[in-house]
């Protein structure tokens, strides 16, 4: 096996590069968008047809223009003979729409999602979620950009022509077999493609031009640069604008995020410039490091040979041409208004702790714990209130670095190991890469939607570790109805809520009779008779997740939803 992926290695590297014009996805805009996921062939290497998951076509999906405001409707169908879901990465949706593990569609059938864009202008992706299948999936095809326009976005002298002056890219490696079909779950991917090209090129005007770049790839993180370092600027980030163009000379892009880069072509008319990935800078424990950098003494199963490893690679090949009319040649100084959430209005901080699964076992190949358990459909791993705003802490406790992703809503990065963010990672965002040992605190307000049955995800988007585990779910639930009935006079109080261990119910004058606490579904947990005007109950034995405590006294009842964490 080994021996034959090298020498399909060989063979494709003896091409030149930029030899296949880029592919561009089509647009589709609201209202009404239906997307129709199914079976395709597509050739990666002329002449071999390999088979493919696509959605409204052979491979990738349609570019989905939504402008904030607007209502959505959204059909999916599924065509594949496998069942699949269909997420909204990025996007601040209800759990019930957001497309996670929970929202399965199976073959032959349909899910219709509907929701108002709540999210700000920015370039967000939509991809499969169907937990233990999302790398195969992906892999095959499956994904397509999202961008969102809104009007402070729209009042910027920036470029916006699609195809024109705005391409997305999505940079995604691949492995394949000898028969070129696409392998998942796999440490050899050593095909770079952008939009599903392999050795692409892009004919691009003499002026500014913006390029929203997607890391849609399994694993691999890219660091990007250009051909003689010239400068690019990076004006967005995962969910919004940035607060002004950052000049940089590399881009970091682990999977999962998003960046919008705008590159100056002006003074290269006639010339060519690639877009390269400086692997053989990358840090150790990056998936794309030079192979010791990712563990000497625990070797990762086919990640050598993989030629991409630890070495520098064309990306994208740009051939310079003629400028458009109104062509846009400078940038504006300033972006857009970020506030970034301040630390003092935190209701609480959630910690979160990456290992590999035991001391003894390959840490490498992608069984990772997150707060020592495995991705369990049946387990709530958090709740958090609506309207909340959270720090959540990640320390990566592992050997390999892990782009930590949270659905739901955008987060603000305060700090690595103590520092602020870089510029560009100063934003809005919802993946962050956590290297190995790093602490990383980001904050984030969870609003607008809560569901006691339906949580939403966070995982690692390396997708062979969330497939493989490294996921857990929160649900977001609206307590205010309980809070507020503690406030009244004659109400007994109920606290902590949430708990862990010790829940104490206190009276000011009625005689508690007896307490009984069941789980959503009515079923009983907990009956214990009190008489007396508290009481103190040990509820570390249940299981985390929400349930409804009644509390009986000779003159009625008093409901509450408890949290148990
Ligand atoms: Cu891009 Cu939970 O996913
Ligand atoms: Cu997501
Ligand atoms: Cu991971």
Request: aromatic share 8%; proline share 5%.
């Amino acid at each position: 096996m080994k021996i034959i992926q090298l020498l399909l290695l060989v063979s494709l590297s003896s091409v030149t590069y930029g030899q296949n014009p880029l592919f561009i996805p089509d647009t589709l805009s609201g209202p009404n968008i239906n997307l129709t996921v199914q079976n395709g062939t597509h050739q990666f290497f002329p002449g071999q047809v390999t088979s493919t998951y696509g959605v409204n076509g052979n491979v990738l999906g349609p570019t989905l223009l939504l402008k904030q405001g607007d209502s959505v409707y959204i059909t999916v169908d599924n065509q594949l003979a496998d069942t699949t879901t269909m997420h909204w990465h990025g996007l601040h949706v209800s759990p019930e729409n957001d497309g996670g593990p929970h929202s399965q569609i199976y073959p032959n059938t349909t899910w219709s999602p509907k929701f108002e864009v709540l999210d700000k202008a920015a370039t967000y992706w939509y991809h499969p979620h169907l937990h233990g299948v999302t790398d195969e999936q992906v892999s095959k095809g499956l994904a397509g950009f999202i961008l969102v326009r809104d009007a402070e976005e729209q009042a910027l002298a920036l470029p916006r022509t699609y195809g024109v002056d705005d391409f997305p890219l999505a940079l995604q490696t691949k492995a394949f077999d000898l028969s070129y079909q696409i392998l998942s779950h796999t440490n050899a991917d050593s095909i770079m493609m952008v939009n599903a090209t392999v050795d692409p090129m892009l004919d691009v005007p003499a002026q500014m031009v913006r390029f929203r770049v997607l890391n849609g790839s399994s694993q691999r993180a890219f660091y990007l640069g250009l051909t003689g370092n010239q400068t690019f600027y990076q004006i967005g980030s995962d969910g919004g604008l940035l607060a002004a163009p950052v000049s940089l000379t590399r881009l970091l892009l682990t999977p999962g995020e998003r960046a919008e880069i705008v590159i100056d072509f002006s003074a290269l008319n006639g010339q060519s410039i690639d877009l390269i990935s400086y692997a053989s800078e990358f840090l150790n424990g990056i998936y794309g490091s030079v192979a010791p950098g990712m563990n000497a003494s625990m070797p990762l199963t086919d990640y050598n040979p993989n030629p991409l490893n630890g070495a520098d690679f064309t990306v994208l090949q740009y051939n310079v041409g003629t400028p458009t009319a109104n062509a846009i040649t400078t940038l504006p100084n300033s972006l857009a208004t970020v506030v970034p959430i301040d630390e003092s209005t935190a209701d609480k901080t959630r910690m979160f702790t990456f290992s590999p699964m035991s001391p003894g076992f390959n840490q490498l190949n992608g069984h990772f714990l997150i707060n020592g358990n495995s991705f369990d459909h049946l387990v709530i791993n958090d709740t958090v209130l609506l309207g909340a705003t959270e720090i959540w802490e990640v320390k990566n406790n592992s050997t390999i670095s892990h782009p930590f992703h949270v659905h739901d809503v955008q987060f603000f990065i305060l700090s690595r190991d103590g520092v602020a963010p870089a510029a560009n990672e100063a934003g809005r965002k919802d993946v962050v890469l956590v290297k190995p040992q790093e602490t990383v605190r980001i904050i984030a307000k969870f609003e607008d939607f809560a569901n006691e049955n339906i949580p939403y995800m966070y995982h690692c988007h390396l997708l062979t570790h969330e497939d493989n585990g490294m996921m857990g779910q929160f649900i977001v639930i609206d307590s205010q109805v309980g809070i507020e009935e503690q406030l009244g006079a004659n109400r007994m109080s109920v606290f902590p809520n949430p708990t862990k261990n010790m829940l104490n119910i206190i009276s000011n004058s009625e005689i508690i009779k007896s307490l009984v606490i069941s789980n959503l579904s009515g079923e009983l947990m907990f009956n214990k008779i009190i008489n007396s005007t508290e009481a103190l109950v040990n509820v570390s034995e249940l299981a985390r997740g929400v349930y409804v405590l009644r509390i009986n006294t000779a003159t009625g009842l008093q409901t509450e939803k408890i949290i148990i964490e």
